[in-house]
């Protein structure tokens, strides 16, 4: 049994860009830094489950057919479950504002300028966008 906190997170891609948000100063946990959507995954529920409900609670879209891509984290105490979202929904909008300040589309060669929540995920960001554009 793993004692490693599971999350799920998306890259949602549209047009070439990806979408990130900034998290909160007052964050306890990575303030102030650019992030893929994402959170918890509850006990019970499934990482991708879990990555369709964050994206509806934090962004107000409901994401169709999430592809699992690893992405290596410095953090060990996470267990991070990416996935690569190029349908969904909706217009995502910022409806966590007590979590995040901003949410922005950005274009692969302005992520390597970002503060990112998990630096080293950097390349596998970028290949999953690669991905879906290709």
């Given at each position: 049994m793993s004692d490693r906190i599971p999350i799920a997170v998306a890259a949602l891609v549209r047009d070439g860009?990806?979408?990130?948000?900034?998290?909160?100063?007052s964050r306890r946990w990575y303030p102030d830094c650019w992030d893929l959507v994402g959170g918890?995954?509850?006990p019970g529920e499934s990482p991708d489950r879990a990555v369709?409900?964050?994206?509806r609670e934090e962004i107000g879209v409901l994401v169709h057919d999430p592809l699992p891509f690893p992405m290596p984290?410095?953090?060990p105490t996470l267990d991070v479950h990416a996935f690569l979202?190029?349908?969904?929904?909706?217009?995502?909008?910022?409806?966590?504002?007590?979590?995040?300040?901003d949410?922005?589309?950005?274009?692969?060669?302005?992520?390597?300028?970002?503060d990112l929540?998990?630096?080293?995920?950097?390349?596998?960001?970028?290949?999953?966008?690669?991905t879906a554009t290709a």
């Open positions: 860009h990806v979408l990130l948000v900034h998290r909160h100063p918890h995954v509850e369709v409900r964050e994206c984290v410095e953090d979202v190029t349908r969904w929904d909706g217009e995502p909008v910022n409806v966590a504002p007590e979590e995040h300040d949410l922005r589309w950005f274009r692969p060669g302005e992520l390597a300028d970002l929540a998990h630096p080293r995920a950097l390349s596998s960001i970028l290949r999953a966008v690669g």
